[in-house]
């Protein structure tokens, strides 16, 4: 009979305990539907001290970051915590991990864990993802790696990079679809009451976007116009005029001082407008792209589908009961 497969999971303090509790149901779930012990789940701390968790609940190690680890580790995993880009590195951990990923068939993390890989040099040329309200920190901070900051998980090589806290669930499952098969892992799935693949990527979930005006004060106050009035005509000839400025002028001032063209912000408040109307249950998709002032619900579908990820019809089925 072969050796149960060794998954550690890195837990530091002030871990996010979902990044750890998430997979580790996973994992035992599928030993559950194998009827063998495939896995070997362990949690890995800086000492064998309780690990307090974001939410104060503490987590028992089973193993020490430090020594070499006494058995081979399959699958490393790395959890997030809430202030991980924020932490001084530590020199010890950095060399354990690179140690332990070096010899492990693959590794990975959960949420914003990418960024002690990142500092450790274990994501270097490689396509990652991560929570989307840090992912662009992550590409800020570390030019040499790709950020997809859609993507709920991604596999690149070795390496598995999993989004925010539940796409932790994703990840392990996809981990083990790999090792025992589709069968297993939709019947993994189906206990835990989970998608199998999720639908859409996690743009769906982020609530970042450009709604807060920046830039001098005549460009923050045609922007709380622009959003206050989102179906008006914000074309760059309206609103050059509405600050007194030649189209040519405005523009290249817009774009130096906001960041981006008029026609990208403008479309993306327009994208902010419709997401709140959708979530509101009343308005179908239809109604919601004329009073966000898309030409046609196809208009608007195509734009709702590049910045969101799924249709507005798909965006109101699955997000307005919770708003009703």
């Given at each position: 009979?072969?050796?149960?497969?060794?998954?550690?999971?890195?837990a530091?303090?002030?871990?996010?305990?979902?990044?750890?509790?998430?997979?580790?149901?996973?994992?035992?779930?599928?030993?559950?539907?194998?009827?063998?012990?495939?896995?070997?789940?362990?949690?890995?701390?800086?000492?064998?001290?309780?690990?307090?968790?974001?939410?104060g609940?503490?987590?028992?190690?089973?193993?020490?970051?430090?020594?070499?680890?006494?058995?081979?580790?399959?699958?490393?995993?790395?959890?997030?915590?809430?202030?991980?880009?924020e932490?001084?590195?530590?020199?010890?951990?950095?060399?354990?991990?690179?140690?332990?990923?070096?010899?492990?068939?693959?590794?990975?993390?959960?949420c914003?864990?990418?960024?002690?890989?990142?500092?450790?040099?274990?994501?270097?040329?490689?396509?990652?993802?991560?929570?989307?309200?840090?992912?662009?920190?992550?590409?800020?901070?570390?030019?040499?790696?790709?950020?997809?900051?859609?993507?709920i998980?991604?596999?690149d090589?070795r390496?598995?990079?999993?989004?925010?806290?539940?796409?932790?669930?994703?990840?392990?499952?996809?981990?083990?679809?790999?090792d025992?098969?589709?069968?297993?892992?939709?019947?993994?799935?189906?206990?835990?009451?989970?998608?199998f693949?999720?639908?859409?990527?996690?743009?769906?979930?982020?609530?970042?976007?450009?709604?807060?005006?920046?830039?001098?004060?005549?460009?923050?106050?045609?922007?709380?116009?622009?959003?206050?009035?989102p179906?008006?005509?914000?074309?760059?000839?309206?609103?050059?005029?509405?600050?007194?400025?030649?189209?040519?002028?405005?523009?290249?001032?817009?774009?130096?001082?906001?960041?981006?063209?008029?026609?990208?912000?403008?479309?993306?408040?327009r994208i902010?407008?419709?997401?709140?109307?959708?979530?509101?249950?009343?308005?179908?998709?239809?109604?919601?792209?004329?009073?966000?002032?898309?030409?046609?619900?196809?208009?608007?579908?195509?734009?709702?589908?590049?910045?969101?990820?799924?249709?507005?019809?798909?965006?109101?089925?699955?997000?307005?009961?919770?708003?009703?």
């Amino acid at each position: 009979m072969a050796a149960a497969r060794a998954i550690a999971i890195l837990a530091l303090p002030g871990v996010q305990l979902l990044d750890v509790s998430g997979p580790l149901d996973v994992f035992a779930e599928a030993n559950a539907q194998a009827r063998k012990e495939v896995y070997r789940p362990l949690v890995v701390g800086v000492s064998l001290a309780p690990v307090r968790s974001s939410s104060g609940v503490r987590l028992m190690p089973d193993r020490v970051a430090g020594p070499p680890p006494d058995e081979k580790i399959h699958t490393l995993l790395v959890a997030g915590c809430p202030d991980i880009a924020e932490r001084p590195t530590d020199p010890a951990l950095i060399g354990w991990l690179r140690a332990v990923a070096t010899g492990a068939r693959r590794y990975g993390s959960v949420c914003s864990g990418a960024f002690l890989l990142a500092a450790a040099g274990l994501l270097d040329g490689r396509r990652v993802t991560t929570h989307w309200a840090v992912a662009a920190r992550l590409a800020a901070r570390y030019p040499a790696v790709t950020v997809d900051e859609d993507a709920i998980h991604v596999r690149d090589g070795r390496l598995r990079t999993a989004a925010g806290v539940t796409a932790g669930l994703d990840l392990a499952l996809a981990l083990v679809e790999e090792d025992l098969g589709r069968d297993i892992a939709m019947k993994v799935a189906s206990q835990l009451v989970m998608f199998f693949k999720r639908p859409g990527g996690q743009r769906q979930f982020s609530r970042e976007g450009a709604i807060v005006p920046s830039g001098r004060s005549a460009l923050q106050e045609l922007q709380r116009w622009v959003i206050a009035h989102p179906a008006a005509d914000h074309s760059i000839t309206a609103l050059a005029k509405r600050t007194e400025l030649s189209p040519r002028h405005f523009a290249r001032l817009f774009r130096g001082e906001v960041g981006v063209s008029p026609a990208a912000w403008v479309e993306s408040i327009r994208i902010a407008a419709a997401r709140q109307m959708l979530e509101s249950g009343r308005e179908a998709p239809k109604q919601v792209a004329a009073r966000c002032g898309f030409a046609d619900a196809d208009t608007l579908r195509r734009a709702f589908s590049r910045h969101v990820g799924v249709t507005p019809a798909e965006y109101r089925k699955r997000y307005a009961q919770a708003a009703r």
